[in-house]
Nanobody, 115 residues
Framework: LQFVESGGGMVQPGGSLKLSCVVS????????IGWFRQAQHGVACIGLN????YYADSVKGRFTISRDNAENTVYLQMNNLRPEDTADYYC?????????????WGPGTQVTVSY
């Protein structure tokens, strides 16, 4: 199971970015795919079977996770970005959504929110 993240960049506070995560390999046995800051802190995840979503309190109302099964891609729409959203973002399989035990991280994508 491999992930390739993209879509990061530098934006001013209040701006938006849309991150993409292309998934290759079998997701069988995994509950969800999530986005993680610094390969540690889960911010959002989406169920692979039911499409249910979860968001960390810090991003609720600002971030939206979605998936395109045909394209094997998971997206993270990030609106009203804040300086504290600055981080490297990675995607990974997860059960608890706020954490993951996955270690074979992809390249990640860097998000910088600053004036």
């Amino acid at each position: 199971l491999q992930f390739v993240e993209s879509g990061g960049g530098m934006v001013q506070p209040g701006g938006s970015l849309k991150l993409s995560c292309v998934v290759s390999g079998s997701t069988q046995g995994h509950y969800a795919i999530g986005w993680f800051r610094q390969a540690q802190h889960g911010v959002a995840c989406i169920g692979l079977n039911d499409g249910n979503t979860y968001y960390a309190d810090s991003v609720k109302g600002r971030f939206t996770i979605s998936r395109d099964n045909a394209e094997n891609t998971v997206y993270l729409q990030m609106n009203n970005l804040r300086p504290e959203d600055t981080a490297d973002y990675y995607c990974a399989p997860t059960t608890g959504c706020s954490f993951t035990t996955f270690t074979d991280w992809g390249p990640g994508t860097q998000v910088t929110v600053s004036y």
